[in-house]
């Protein structure tokens, strides 16, 4: 059975490998984590769990990437808007607006000590010329009213945890109203026959290893149980640093939802394969075929507003071909 990303779903293929050293945090001036920091070797009692979860999971730079990807290819253009739905620290929202002078970005999360640990950590010695274009809102996404934008992203599959279809088609309805007319939608999906299955499956990283447990799958409810732990080189544990109760909503499941909310179009970008190993080779495309493997992760773009008309050539203008040469 071919396997496309690792059964972790936490972490895709795409994403560039990130086990020793953060080099994209040394080139920002960040504090480069190391395994050992002043002769200190991380221990679960002197560690953080939102920088080990950053470090583990997040890729805020391929994010902000694929949003690039998407409006060149579905709308010819770049957008300047988005809302980071499900935030937590807000990495993204600060890439968003370091990437270019005339980016805004909202984030949204309910829990007040993820966002002030972010403000912490990633906004507050942000020269004011980039924070004064980050405004984060503590409020549930269900309810929360922002300025319209061009770009909602909900990623790491934080949308899962709503576990009812009304409940589901509510959240992307209220994705609809609050998008510009040509706005986008952006968010991940994970399945294949693993995520079907109880497993734990660890990944070494710099100075400690995250643990990703497929604690519980109930195939009656299509609820899921999710396990974050980090254990360190000194046999200490960080247990349950984060617990995420979901619903495994299948592909076709969140197009339908999508589309009930009044999306016009959706589309799903899947992995393509790396034919020497046989997992994914970190090439996201459209697609309406996919493979029946282990393990996946695909983005979907859902589209408010009329997709872009094809060219003459019969394809669409802007397609990821197009955008990676431009
Ligand atoms: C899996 S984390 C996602 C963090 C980050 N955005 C990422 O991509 O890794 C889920 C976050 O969603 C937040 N959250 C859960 N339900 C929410 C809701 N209804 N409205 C706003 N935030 C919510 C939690 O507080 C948590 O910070």
Known sequence: MPKKSPRNPRRSSSKPAKTAKPA???????????????????????SDRHELYELAVQEVVAECDFIDKAWRAHRG?????????????????????????TNHAIGVDLDRSVILWGERRHRAHLPESIASRI???????????????????????????????ATLVAYFRR????????????????GGSEAHSEVE?????DGFTYVWD?????????????HIH????????????????????????????MREAGFAK????????????????????PSTRGEACAGWIAYIVAEKGAPKPATRKGKRAGSPAKARSK
């Open 135 to 165: 405004t984060i809102l503590e409020a549930n996404v269900l309810d929360v009213a922002t300025p319209e934008v061009e770009t909602i992203l909900a990623m790491n599959f934080s949308y899962f945890i709503f576990k009812d279809r």
């Open 24 to 46: 994209n945090a040394a080139k920002r001036g960040a504090k480069a984590p190391r395994a050992r920091r002043a002769g200190v070797w991380r221990t679960a009692a002197n």
């Open 266 to 285: 959706t589309t799903v970008y899947w992995e393509g394969t790396d034919h020497k190993t046989g997992g994914g080779n970190g090439v996201f495309k």
């Open 77 to 101: 253009r770049l957008a300047t808007t988005i809302r980071e739905d499900f935030c937590g620290t807000a990495k993204a929202c600060t890439e968003w607006a370091r990437r270019r002078p």
């Open 201 to 205: 499956e660890e990944r070494s990283l």
């Open 214 to 226: 497929q604690n519980q799958y109930n195939p009656i409810t299509g609820d899921v149980v999710n």
């Open 230 to 257: 980090f254990r360190f080189p000194d046999g200490s544990e960080m247990k349950r640093a984060f617990t995420y109760r979901w619903r495994l909503w299948s592909l076709p499941e969140i197009q339908d939802a």
């Open 175 to 190: 994705c609809f109203e609050s998008l510009s007319k040509d706005g986008l939608l952006l968010c991940d999906a994970y």
